[in-house]
């Protein structure tokens, strides 16, 4: 999974990009440059391809832990978010059927 991820802090403005690595129904696996400490709530927002629609699904979610993450000489962290929230039974249900649906094959795997 390879998903577009725009976050920003509960009750604060400015947002910021990542992308969500893996995904259950209670959590996710999220990388990002950004530093945000665990125990922070965060209104997320992840962006994948619906048919031949972009669509995304919102919720609230907790950082519950944090590593540091080098790729190259690149910088950045993994987190892992509990989701607390998805108050719209649309989103959940986009959940469930991102999480049912078939990876795509990368084009060495076929």
């Given at each position: 999974?390879?998903l577009?991820l725009?976050?920003?802090v ?17 959590g ?6 950004k530093?945000i400490?665990v ?21 609230v ?23 607390l ?14 999480l049912?649906?078939p990876?795509?094959q ?5």
């Amino acid at each position: 999974m390879d998903l577009p991820l725009e976050y920003r802090v509960v009750d604060t403005t400015p947002s910021f990009g990542g992308f969500v690595a893996n995904a259950s129904e209670i959590g996710l696996l999220v990388y990002s440059k950004k530093n945000i400490p665990v125990g922070t709530k965060l209104n997320i927002a992840v962006f994948f391809a619906k048919e031949y629609e972009l669509t995304n699904l919102e919720a609230v979610a907790e950082v519950i832990w944090k590593d540091l993450c080098r790729e190259g000489n690149q910088e950045g962290f993994q987190y892992g978010l509990k989701i607390l929230d998805i108050s719209v039974e649309e989103d959940r249900s986009k959940l469930k059927q991102l999480l049912d649906s078939p990876a795509p094959q990368k084009e060495s795997e076929k």
